[in-house]
């Protein structure tokens, strides 16, 4: 009965890199939201995704970062050429039905540091 | 003005204090509430959820929302050492037709033996 599992827990990346944070819903768990906390800052929405369907990307940075989730397989958030405000937990969070008022339950996320 | 405004602390309290969290929000809009609670280096965890005014209680935990007011609150009573945590309100319109939340920053409490 696993929750939502993120790896990996750690990433670190240089300046100019790849980072791929990958999440696996809770099982019977459709639907998956990614969100960052900054250092200071609260949890922002980034998006939420069904599978093989983008939703709400309205909290992604317009250039580098993407998102997906395949038929098959865990959702993964793409930051292409990381930089040092990249640095940050990113969490991933999955719901079964994708309804106004469901319950959200989040992995233990990835600590993304950019050097 | 921010969307949720949550005092970030920390709150130090000694074992066995009645502990008192609050959050205020600008968006009429906002239905459901929410209080997650996240150890450090962990992902949050639902602790209460409600979408009324009023009160909600579960064991030692008390939510109240005045949506008259804009003001939500989580008590915790006779509060123990694992409750030190970071205590994060959050909410959420029905306008979306999904559920992103809206977070505060969080408050931090101490729970001293």
């Known amino acids: 009965n696993a929750g939502v599992m993120q790896n990996p827990r750690h990433l670190v990346r240089r300046r100019g890199q790849e980072a791929r944070l990958r999440c696996s819903p809770m099982?019977?768990?459709?639907?998956v939201y990614w969100y960052r906390q900054l250092p200071e800052e609260g949890l922002k929405f980034m998006v939420y995704?069904?599978?093989?369907?983008?939703?709400?990307e309205s909290g992604m940075p317009k250039e580098r970062f993407s998102a997906e989730f395949p038929k098959e397989g865990p959702s993964i958030l793409r930051i292409q050429q990381v930089v040092r405000g990249d640095s940050a937990a990113y969490f991933c969070?999955?719901?079964?039905?994708?309804?106004?008022?469901?319950?959200?339950?989040f992995g233990s996320g990835t600590q993304l540091s950019v050097l | 003005q921010k969307e949720v405004e949550q005092d970030p602390g920390p709150l130090s309290v000694p074992e066995g204090a009645i502990v008192s969290l609050n959050c205020t929000y600008s968006?009429?809009?906002?239905?459901?509430f929410m209080w997650y609670r996240q150890y450090s280096r962990k992902g949050p965890e639902l602790l209460m959820y409600?979408?009324?005014?009023g009160n909600k209680e579960d064991g030692r935990f008390t939510a109240q929302v005045d949506k008259s007011s804009k003001y939500i609150s989580l008590f915790i009573r006779d509060s123990q050492p694992s409750d030190s945590a970071t205590y994060l309100c959050?909410?959420?319109?029905?306008?979306?037709?999904?559920?992103?939340?809206?977070f505060g920053k969080g408050t931090m409490l101490l729970v001293s033996p």
């Open positions: 969070a999955s719901s079964p039905g994708g309804i106004t008022n469901e319950k959200l339950f």
């Open positions: 099982k019977g768990h459709s639907h």
């Open positions: 995704l069904q599978k093989e369907n983008i939703i709400d």
């Open positions: 959050a909410m959420s319109s029905m306008n979306s037709g999904y559920s992103t939340l809206t």
């Open positions: 968006n009429s809009a906002f239905q459901y």
């Open positions: 409600t979408y009324s005014s």
